[in-house]
């Protein structure tokens, strides 16, 4: 079974930029099929899908958050990154990475990010 954590930093000053890491175990993340995204979920608010790489390495972007969003991976520590620009107040949230494979959906538990100064 995929599992995966989140990591980076609890606190993020504004106009700083955001980033974390999704260390996965249980399977590699070059597996055939295997989608993996960021979503977020602001306090009060709904989830949030904020982009995702393929299995191949292909990027899919929010196209709201396009502009300030950049995900990578590093296949030799089977991990994949988050980058968000510019953040602000507003992007304070819980930060998920997830995994979908067909039907099969994995989440991690989540990490808060908080922007303030």
């Known amino acids: 079974q995929v599992q995966l954590q989140e990591s980076g930093p609890g606190l993020v000053k504004p106009s700083q930029t955001l980033s974390l890491t999704c260390t996965v175990s249980?399977?590699?993340?070059?597996?055939?099929?295997?989608?993996w995204s960021w979503i977020r979920q602001v306090p009060g608010k709904g989830l949030e899908w904020m982009g995702a790489?393929?299995?191949?390495?292909?990027?899919y972007d929010s196209p709201s958050l396009k502009s300030r969003t950049s995900i990578s991976r590093d296949t030799a520590k089977n991990q994949f990154t988050l980058q968000l620009s510019s953040v602000t107040p507003e992007d304070t949230a819980v930060y998920y990475c997830?995994?979908?494979?067909?039907?099969?959906?994995?989440w991690g538990k989540g990490t808060l990010v908080t922007v303030s100064s």
């Open positions: 790489i393929a299995y191949s390495g292909s990027l």
């Open positions: 997830t995994s979908r494979h067909y039907a099969m959906e994995y």
């Open positions: 249980g399977g590699s993340i070059t597996t055939n099929y295997y989608y």
